[in-house]
């Protein structure tokens, strides 16, 4: 089976291609629709198989990855699309989300969730440990999520939208965020707390440089256009700073430095794309969505294996002699 769902996805076969090879090797003779059949129902047992290769990952130690000494885990989601689909937000058909756990010490991932699109981004979809710092972007940035990590004993580092959170000084007034945002070049921090959350956390505020905030507000200006949405005065001025939010206590992590742990997410973007471009997994050919599942969780064995053997041949450097 597991063979047939290689030669699916990742080997670019049809259901009467994997057929005729799986005739040939003497795998077993089947036509496309026992193929077909096949495939469908094995979308659990490769989700299995999956999970349990990355477990063995996560087993793995490995150095911080950070210059103050914090075991990093970068969370991200990406959608992939169906054909004929227009995104997950446009498409009435099956799109797919996956979210990723990302080690950027061990520079692979450890986690990898195949959900439907429609399902929004958290946390606890998410393989989670105790003692790791928990790096996430706006998209994770809610209540929920942040409970959820620490809860599981981690810590994070979450970029939010200056309205996404109800953020409550620690004598429990409403916190104004406009109110407090720099006029300097130096990130600055505010104590603040969530509601029916009793630890505090850090506020973190830093302007952006003025090539990164002409390129900020052109995006919020076209998202606001894209949904016919009047741009409000607040979004267009939050749009100029970095807001993070963090559980990172202050005495071994200044300000600037949550601001560069922040930054260290685009190695997970970096292995997004590797597995859209080099590993194809963005041109799913199955409309059908159990079909497609075997599709994707396919590419994703073939993927963590490819990159196991990589990770042990560059163990083994080049001998400098003949």
Known sequence: ML???????????????????????GIAPLSDKAVLGRLRGCGDWLALILQRLLAARRGVAAVPADAVGLNLALVDSTVICRPGSTGSTGSTGSDWRLQARYDPALGRFVDLSLSSG???ERLDRTALGVGTTLVVDRGYGRAGNIRAALTAGSDIVSRIGWRSL????????????????PSGAAPVEHRVQLRDLARPLRLIIARLPPEKLAQQQRRVARRASRRSQHLQPGTAIAAGYLLLLTSLPAATTSPAQVVTLYRTRWQVELGFKRLKTLGGLDRLPASDPLLARTWLLAHLIAAVLTDDIATAMLAFPPSTTL
């Not at 769902?5 to 040939?24: H, K, N, Q, T």
């Open 3 to 25: 063979r047939l769902a290689l030669l699916y996805g990742p080997g670019g076969l049809s259901l009467r291609g994997v057929a005729a090879v799986a005739g040939d090797a």
């Open 166 to 181: 109800a953020l409550h000084d620690l004598d429990g007034g409403r916190f104004d965020l406009l109110a407090h945002l």
């Open 118 to 120: 429609r399902l929004a």
